[in-house]
């Protein structure tokens, strides 16, 4: 089983935004950012696109999958 790893929070704290802000900015709800940073919550691919474009980066720059096997 494949595990999410999010560099969400790291990219935010350069920016000093909060997570309503860029909930805001994404169109979803402040607890799904914070499910997100947690790894507890698979981004759909539009939401992980449009979290890169506010952080001008790809979206393989915030998200990755990791097999356990690895």
């Given at each position: 089983m494949s595990e999410l790893y999010t560099k969400l929070k790291e990219y935010r704290a350069r920016e000093n935004m909060k997570q309503g802000e860029l909930a805001e900015l994404v169109g979803v709800r402040r607890e799904t950012i914070i499910r997100l940073e947690k790894?507890?919550?698979n981004p759909?691919?539009?939401l992980a696109m449009d979290i890169a474009k506010v952080f001008g980066v790809s979206v393989e720059d915030i998200f990755s999958f990791s097999d356990e096997n690895e």
């Open positions: 790894g507890q919550y759909s691919l539009k």
